[in-house]
């Protein structure tokens, strides 16, 4: 069901679907409910009621002029609970939503039941995500094209020459879901505020404060949320577990095993474990 949300001032596009004990999906840089597949579609609608929606600056939810903070982006997430007369939801993030989840786990220890980190990093000078922000100045195909070399580490300039067709329908592909609303007003701003956000971001000081039983999932073969990364959060959450499945940066759209991890794992969680101590 498609729904317009108020949250922290500003109007959000947000979609719910699904029966269950509640789940807030966080996506990734530049998420638009209209590309697809998204979680709404997976496996995950079986089992929890799904909420996902566009982050300021993104699709169809309001694009306020900038800079945006992750501080900015946790309040959006804490008011969508809110508008959904949600007390608390499993919370999973995937790559910029995975350090939106973070600061809303730090802040609001007491909204989360299990927190699921996907393909994401906890920032910091040591384990950040590569600066996906220095790609913008590319041109749309060279963007894309760069971006899949860094997204999944087998798109080997040898890959692209051996399997030149396939990867120039590979580049095409994410040059479209890049490009295919970014005319929209306040859409190039809005990215570009986004991704200044994601810079800045740094929580490794502060991920002790997470209290929700954690999982950290990874890409084999992710070259954009960094191994030290992964590594940093398992450390400095107290209860976390970490899994590395096949594929990249996307595993978890490449097939089901992501989503059924998230499933298994927030299945397991006891919803009344958390608590404001």
Not at 147 to 157: N, P, Q, S, V, Y
Not at 222 to 245: C, F, H, N, P, W
């Amino acid at each position: 069901m498609l729904m317009k949300l108020k949250s922290n001032g500003l109007n959000f596009c947000a979609e719910v679907g699904g029966s269950g004990p509640k789940l807030l999906f966080l996506g990734g840089t530049g998420w638009d409910l209209r590309l697809t597949p998204n979680p709404l579609q997976s496996l995950l609608v079986e089992t929890f009621t799904l909420a996902v929606f566009d982050q300021r600056g993104m699709g169809r939810s309001d694009k306020p002029q900038g800079p945006y903070s992750m501080l900015d982006y946790a309040q959006d997430a804490i008011g969508i609970l809110d508008a959904l007369a949600w007390d608390r939801a499993h919370l999973v993030g995937y790559s910029f939503g995975g350090m939106v989840a973070q600061e809303v786990a730090i802040r609001w220890p007491a909204r989360v039941d299990a927190l699921v980190l996907a393909a994401t990093s906890p920032g910091g000078k040591e384990a950040a995500s590569y600066p996906v922000e220095e790609l913008l100045g590319l041109s749309p195909y060279e963007r894309a094209r760069r971006g899949l070399e860094i997204a999944d580490l087998r798109f080997t300039k040898e890959y692209q020459e051996a399997q030149p067709e396939k990867a120039r329908q590979m580049v095409e592909r994410r040059m479209l879901a890049q490009t295919r609303f970014i005319d929209e007003p306040g859409a190039r701003d809005g990215l570009a505020a986004q991704l200044s956000a994601r810079a800045s971001h740094d929580a490794v000081d502060r991920l002790h404060h997470i209290r929700s039983r954690t999982l950290i999932l990874s890409g084999e073969h992710d070259g954009q949320a960094s191994r030290k990364g992964q590594v940093v959060m398992a450390e400095r959450i107290s209860d976390a577990t970490s899994k590395t499945l096949p594929g990249g940066h996307n595993f978890i759209f490449e097939n089901t095993d992501g989503y059924a991890e998230i499933a298994e794992f927030c299945s397991g969680q006891n919803e009344s474990a958390v608590t404001t101590e």
